[in-house]
């Protein structure tokens, strides 16, 4: 764990109480609660339908929880005003896991947004700006192609490139990892390290690739069915005794405890609504 | 963050402390510029500076791009550890001249 990481006494970047969420009637998020110290790498991990991307979404405020409490940079996100996340999101990056770069801009453009819409500063200020990021995410000289020429590789260091323009304080990752090729995707790893020593930034990491995870992570939180089932370092999390922590390190599909009665009733579609 | 402009044998020190950032960068760069144009050597004194963000870099980087093109020499001093550790990121160490203090002091290196 870094010095940074290590600096308890320093509040926390973000910290997360009794998180509960739903779509529809189903609760999504049961009662979440982490926090994030300043320059810490957390990652929060679980598999699919674990919740990680619902609580990551409302990290970024593109969603409001049913109850519980959200603090990011020591402000309350879940009562801000429009224009008061606005001023947050100055000191946020995103790196989203599609790129979500706008197709009608080239690479250069989509990165430099931020500082359009944020900044007043030079024309060539910007242009080295960007042109620096793109450096440190190896896509230099690409700043005129348009996304639809890059690869998806290429398209998601763009983003990661955009996500930094800031040089935010807090950076979050979408899957940086997922559908990149093992040395691209060591070297994504390597560059949120480097950032996190560099910039003293603070990172969170959305993923479920376990070897990035455990590369990069000061902590690791592991959500399962929208429960925080353990937070904790990478070798308290390797060792926790909980099973499903143990199924999903070790890719092991588990099956659902069967209810033969409400099993029937969700086929003949005279289930109750999910409720929980 | 707070600068000053000092004259040394006809060569400009340009001295930073505090945070150079988006708020503050803009006041940096047209003083550095202010100082290139004038066609001497510029000496920029990071050793009080806390935090320098990819912003206050550019300038350095479109201080430095005009010095040369003007054939005078531009360069960084005694640069603050949280300020190299951001040139290193961006592997600027290997681009800017940097000096470990004042030409003309005793333990100058390059």
Same mark, same amino acid.
């Given at each position: 764990?870094?010095?940074?990481?290590?600096?308890?006494?320093?509040?926390?970047?973000?910290?997360?109480?009794?998180?509960?969420?739903?779509?529809?009637?189903?609760?999504?998020?049961?009662?979440?609660?982490?926090?994030?110290?300043?320059?810490?790498?957390?990652?929060?991990?679980?598999?699919?339908? &674990? !919740?990680?991307?619902? *609580?990551?979404?409302? $990290?970024?405020?593109?969603? #409001?929880? %049913?109850?519980?409490?959200?603090?990011?940079?020591?402000?309350?996100?879940?009562?801000?005003?429009?224009?008061?996340?606005?001023?947050?999101?100055?000191?946020?990056?995103?790196?989203?896991?599609?790129?979500?770069?706008?197709?009608?801009?080239?690479?250069?453009?989509?990165?430099?947004?931020?500082?359009?819409?944020?900044?007043?500063?030079?024309?060539?200020?910007?242009?080295?700006?960007?042109?620096?990021?793109?450096?440190?995410?190896?896509?230099?000289?690409?700043?005129?192609?348009?996304?639809?020429?890059?690869?998806?590789?290429?398209?998601?260091?763009?983003?990661?490139?955009?996500?930094?323009?800031?040089?935010?304080?807090?950076?979050?990752?979408?899957?940086?990892?997922?559908?990149?090729?093992?040395?691209?995707? &060591? !070297?994504?790893?390597? *560059?949120?390290?480097? $950032?996190?020593?560099?910039? #003293?930034? %603070?990172?969170?990491?959305?993923?479920?690739?376990?070897?990035?995870?455990?590369?990069?992570?000061?902590?690791?939180?592991?959500?399962?069915?929208?429960?925080?089932?353990?937070?904790?370092?990478?070798?308290?999390?390797?060792?926790?005794?909980?099973?499903?922590?143990?199924?999903?390190?070790?890719?092991?599909?588990?099956?659902?405890?069967?209810?033969?009665?409400?099993?029937?009733?969700?086929?003949?579609?005279?289930?109750?609504?999910?409720?929980? | 963050?707070?600068?000053?402009?000092?004259?040394?044998?006809?060569?400009?020190?340009?001295?930073?402390?505090?945070?150079?950032?988006?708020?503050?960068?803009?006041?940096?760069?047209?003083?550095?510029?202010?100082?290139?144009?004038?066609?001497?050597?510029?000496?920029?004194?990071?050793?009080?500076?806390?935090?320098?963000?990819?912003?206050?870099?550019?300038?350095?980087?479109?201080?430095?791009?005009?010095?040369?093109?003007?054939?005078?020499?531009?360069?960084?001093?005694?640069?603050?550890?949280?300020?190299?550790?951001?040139?290193?990121?961006?592997?600027?160490?290997?681009?800017?001249?940097?000096?470990?203090?004042?030409?003309?002091?005793?333990?100058?290196?390059?």
């Amino acid at each position: 764990m870094t010095e940074a990481a290590n600096s308890s006494h320093a509040d926390p970047v973000i910290e997360v109480t009794d998180l509960v969420t739903h779509y529809g009637n189903t609760e999504i998020l049961h009662g979440v609660s982490l926090t994030v110290d300043p320059g810490e790498i957390m990652v929060i991990m679980g598999g699919s339908g &674990s !919740g990680k991307s619902t *609580l990551l979404r409302h $990290l970024l405020a593109l969603e #409001r929880p %049913t109850s519980g409490s959200i603090r990011l940079l020591g402000r309350e996100l879940t009562q801000m005003s429009e224009f008061e996340l606005y001023a947050l999101s100055r000191k946020m990056g995103v790196a989203f896991q599609g790129g979500a770069l706008f197709s009608s801009m080239t690479v250069g453009e989509n990165v430099m947004l931020p500082l359009r819409e944020h900044t007043d500063l030079d024309e060539g200020t910007m242009e080295i700006m960007m042109r620096l990021k793109l450096e440190i995410v190896k896509l230099a000289g690409f700043e005129n192609l348009m996304p639809s020429e890059l690869s998806g590789g290429m398209v998601k260091r763009a983003a990661f490139a955009r996500a930094l323009i800031m040089d935010p304080a807090l950076l979050f990752c979408d899957e940086p990892s997922a559908g990149l090729d093992p040395v691209v995707s &060591s !070297g994504l790893d390597e *560059l949120i390290l480097r $950032l996190r020593d560099a910039l #003293r930034m %603070t990172i969170v990491v959305v993923t479920h690739e376990l070897d990035s995870a455990f590369r990069i992570a000061d902590r690791i939180a592991v959500l399962d069915r929208g429960e925080l089932l353990a937070l904790g370092s990478v070798d308290e999390v390797r060792n926790h005794g909980n099973p499903r922590i143990q199924n999903l390190l070790n890719r092991r599909f588990e099956e659902e405890e069967l209810d033969p009665e409400e099993y029937l009733a969700r086929l003949t579609g005279t289930a109750k609504e999910p409720t929980r | 963050m707070q600068h000053s402009l000092t004259e040394k044998g006809g060569d400009l020190v340009v001295s930073l402390q505090g945070d150079v950032d988006l708020d503050s960068s803009p006041a940096v760069r047209e003083l550095l510029l202010r100082c290139v144009g004038r066609g001497a050597t510029v000496f920029v004194d990071l050793s009080n500076v806390s935090y320098i963000d990819s912003s206050g870099v550019a300038s350095f980087v479109e201080a430095f791009q005009i010095a040369r093109r003007n054939g005078t020499a531009f360069a960084l001093v005694s640069v603050s550890p949280a300020a190299r550790r951001v040139l290193e990121l961006a592997r600027l160490d290997k681009v800017f001249t940097i000096h470990e203090s004042l030409p003309g002091g005793s333990d100058d290196g390059a």
